[in-house]
């Protein structure tokens, strides 16, 4: 005769945490814990009801932290990465903490953002992270820096209402260091510069060169007028509509010779070198003036 089965009632607690949000910032946590299968309903209930948030003081929670800032003034190193958050980056929250994050395809985009943090926190950072991820069967490499720093992430956040404008500490006259580096932040992220050259054709003897930028948030328009601050002739915008939550891409275009001989530039390696080689064949050759087509399908996401 075969022994019944015993019942077992499990120990096992079940975990489930609360965040506040206010603005963006991480005001508050709490842990609720229950047991399987007896107050499950209980917990739910508390997870989904409002909660009066007392007053916290936001100094005292700095020491959870592990890179501390504080900003005194607009550096060139912080423009870069001024720009390059409203670019491709971003800030995610991480144990009561915020942390701004990178990833990106070209190494050296990810270790100069990298190297522009320490100079703002005067502190070593990890190093950059390598990852891969699969496309079509074949693993590519992507490269993430990530900063530690509660105060310079909160500070990007809310210096641009989480992407929501190009703030007033970036000044907008020409010429100006700051200006040009968060200007190259931003063309690193969103920005490119193409060629497309016939079989046995040099790259400095092509003819059909292509730059612009393109974004989603409507401060992208003011880009435009600090590049023609700087003697760019920019076209469009043209309006492509993406199928991801109905949002709409604003792409423009520069006509490269303007672009050659202005004073914008890149810090990613193999944009500058695309640079290097337009401005090339604009004093050797001085062609004229390229005229900006419409876009087509897919053209957006060239970098």
């Not at 506040?20 to 209930?45: F, M, P």
């Amino acid at each position: 005769m075969s022994r019944p089965a015993e019942r077992r009632v499990t120990t096992c607690k079940a975990r489930y945490r609360r965040t506040t949000w206010i603005n963006g910032i991480v005001q508050s946590e709490s842990d609720l814990r229950c047991t399987y299968g007896r107050c499950w309903k209980h917990l739910r209930a508390l997870a989904t009801q409002e909660v009066k948030m007392p007053e916290i003081d936001q100094s005292a929670r700095k020491h959870r932290w592990k890179y501390r800032w504080s900003y005194t003034g607009m550096t060139p190193e912080l423009g870069y990465v001024l720009g390059t958050y409203l670019g491709d980056g971003t800030v995610v929250a991480a144990k009561s903490s915020l942390k701004f994050i990178l990833t990106v395809i070209d190494r050296d985009f990810a270790e100069y953002t990298r190297e522009c943090c320490c100079r703002l926190l005067k502190a070593e950072l990890p190093p950059v992270t390598p990852l891969f991820y699969n496309v079509k069967s074949d693993k590519r490499p992507i490269f993430r820096t990530a900063v530690c720093s509660g105060d310079l992430a909160s500070w990007l956040v809310n210096i641009t209402n989480c992407k929501g404008y190009i703030p007033d500490c970036i000044p907008r006259d020409p010429g100006n260091p700051i200006l040009l580096n968060f200007l190259a932040g931003f063309m690193d992220s969103d920005g490119f510069i193409c060629y497309r050259i016939k079989k046995g054709e040099l790259p400095a003897k092509s003819t059909n060169w292509q730059v612009g930028f393109g974004g989603v948030y409507p401060w992208v328009h003011e880009i435009t007028a600090l590049l023609k601050a700087e003697g760019c002739d920019v076209r469009g915008p043209w309006i492509i509509q993406r199928s991801q939550k109905n949002k709409v891409y604003f792409d423009y275009r520069i006509t490269p010779k303007t672009f050659a001989l202005s004073r914008v530039y890149f810090r990613l390696k193999r944009k500058q070198d695309r640079l290097v080689l337009l401005r090339e064949k604009v004093s050797i050759e001085c062609p004229t003036e390229t005229e900006c087509h419409t876009p087509e399908m897919g053209e957006e996401t060239v970098q």
